[in-house]
């Protein structure tokens, strides 16, 4: 079953297939019309460098929400969503070292948790195809390619490293267009932060993402970068917290935010 099976499907109705572990594949595609999110859950002794270090970064970072010490439960984002269980994908970091990806994390939840819910590019990929831009990951339907960069971070507390890019090829025409749509919505990354040579910002092989897979750029279209929230997983392999729960690359969670509500 492919992530466009579930484009109509309400962000709780999909939310509810994870849980009960029916869904494990990334989720680019589904919930048409909703928010997606990145993960990074942090003990609270680093809660508040990772906050200062969202405010420095917000095209990268840009936050949604911020959860209670300890509370698997959102307010705002995602009305019955546990945060342990809703996510089709999580990864472990101990001391910056994967520990593990496994598709529930409630045995390995802590009292001392706090979660950031930060946007994630999906969201901007329906108003794209809607304007009909071809977002290549959809119709090709794999995960989004994502790259890590040499763009530093601003640096915060004991977080800091490189940025991570999340590539989509656009045509060149269409350049104006895609990046007028996406500086729309700054909660969810905004307009690109690179366009073309992407060996500029560091990426060496454009057809090797450092996550997610490769999609194909045609001829007369132009590697067009975005923001990624995968860059607090560069930041955490870098800065080396002790303990820390992620989403897995393209494996997000679905909030109930309709993507209307992220615009300027």
Known sequence: ??????????????????????????????????????????PKKYAYD????????????????????GSRFLKTSAADCDIATDVPKYRIWKNGELAGEYTDVSQLW????????????????????????????VSENHNVPMYLTNIDTSPAGIFSGKMVVS????????????????ARVPKVHGAPIHIGAPE??????????????????????????????VTPQSVVMNSKPDFCITH??????????????LQN
């Open 1 to 42: 079953m492919n992530q466009n099976f579930y484009k109509d499907k309400t962000p709780s109705e999909v939310r509810k297939l994870i849980r009960e572990g029916k869904i494990s594949i990334q989720t680019s595609g589904m919930c048409d019309g909703y928010a997606q999110a990145n993960l990074c859950i942090l």
């Open 50 to 69: 990772f906050l200062l270090f969202c405010q420095r970064n917000q095209q990268s970072c840009p936050l949604l929400e911020v959860s209670d010490e």
């Open 110 to 137: 802590r009292d001392d948790l706090v979660t950031f819910v930060i946007g994630c590019s999906f969201s901007f990929e329906a108003p794209l195809i809607a304007a009909g831009i071809d977002v290549r990951n």
């Open 167 to 182: 590539m989509r090829p656009i045509p060149y025409n269409q350049i104006v267009k895609a990046t007028t749509i996406t």
């Open 200 to 229: 500029v910002i560091g990426i060496k092989d454009i057809s090797k993402p450092d996550f997610g897979e490769p999609s194909t750029i045609k001829p007369g279209e132009v590697p067009v970068f975005w923001c990624c929230g």
């Open 248 to 261: 897995a690359p393209g494996h997000m969670l679905i909030t109930d935010i309709p993507e209307s509500f």
